[in-house]
């Protein structure tokens, strides 16, 4: 893609974002990333990215921008930059709980919008994005899913469940490095010492995810092939649920839903 994209906030989810377009090969020189501490992006810099502190300087260079600052920044810095948008410009929204509605509210000319859920992962080119849109063409839609699927895969939701996208894909990161933290310290217990640990636990996350990736199959499948009758993994498991593993999840994903959808 031969596209000048601006990035309008350098903090992690920016990072993230710009490391993997550079990892899958996207021209430094036509990456702009801005940030008021613009010393904490010296090593884009080095890389000959574009870094900023004029938000509106990259809003205006830009063909595609992508805002992915904290939520109570967004309407103020949507009015800073709104001057700087014209209608030919991609308006790509990485901002959890702000609507395509309210984004266009913000603008005085009317760009076409699109709400992306990215995760961490996008910095090794392995996120889930979720992509939502309002009224774009076929054409911009493929656009904006070509830069995230430089960053790992995609998908195209409805925006009403944007912020179950949110707490899935870019909350469950979270989710899924505290299981592998607990899997390592019980590695420890039982005689690995802490790289080692590590090492398995995350190669064993890693491969049961393939296992469904690759398959299709549902995970209770795979779980079926590694339980055998008075089987240590079946023990293991019992045990887990007696003491309310899928619960406490399943209950943790919809606290954090309910606290994004106040």
């Known amino acids: 893609m031969n596209k000048k994209i601006a990035i309008i906030g350098g903090g992690n989810l920016g990072q993230a974002i710009a490391s993997g377009l550079l990892a899958e090969g996207f021209t430094p020189s036509n ?7 613009v010393e904490l992006l010296q090593a884009f810099e080095d890389k000959k990215v574009n870094v900023l502190t004029d938000n509106k300087q990259a809003v205006k260079q830009a063909e595609i921008v992508i805002v992915a600052v904290k ?4 309407s103020n810095v949507l009015k800073e930059i709104s001057s700087e948008f014209t209608k030919d410009k991609l308006l790509i929204s990485a901002v959890s709980d702000f609507s395509i509605e309210s984004i266009l509210n913000e603008l005085t000319e009317k760009p076409t919008v699109f709400r992306v859920m990215p995760n961490t992962a996008s910095s090794v080119n392995e996120s889930m994005t979720c992509i939502a849109t309002n009224k774009a063409s076929e054409q911009e839609t493929e656009t904006v899913k070509s830069i995230f699927n430089a960053l790992g895969t995609t998908v195209v939701i409805n925006e009403q469940l944007m912020a179950a996208a949110t707490v899935l894909g870019a909350c469950g990161i979270a989710y899924v490095l505290r299981f592998i ?35 299709g199959n549902h995970p209770e499948a795979e779980i ?35 606290n994004i959808s106040k």
Do not use: W
């Open 31 to 37: 990456l702009t990333i801005t940030r008021q501490k």
């Open 71 to 74: 939520p109570y920044q967004i």
């Open 181 to 215: 933290r607990g899997m390592i310290q019980g590695g420890i217990e039982i005689g690995f010492d802490a790289k080692t640990a590590t090492q398995i636990a995350t190669q064993t996350v890693k491969g049961a995810s393939e296992l469904l990736l690759q398959k």
């Open 224 to 258: 079926d092939k590694v339980t055998t009758p008075k089987g240590c993994t079946i023990a293991g498991l019992n045990e887990m649920e007696h003491q309310g593993f899928s619960s406490a999840l399943i209950k943790g994903i919809k606290t954090s839903y309910s």
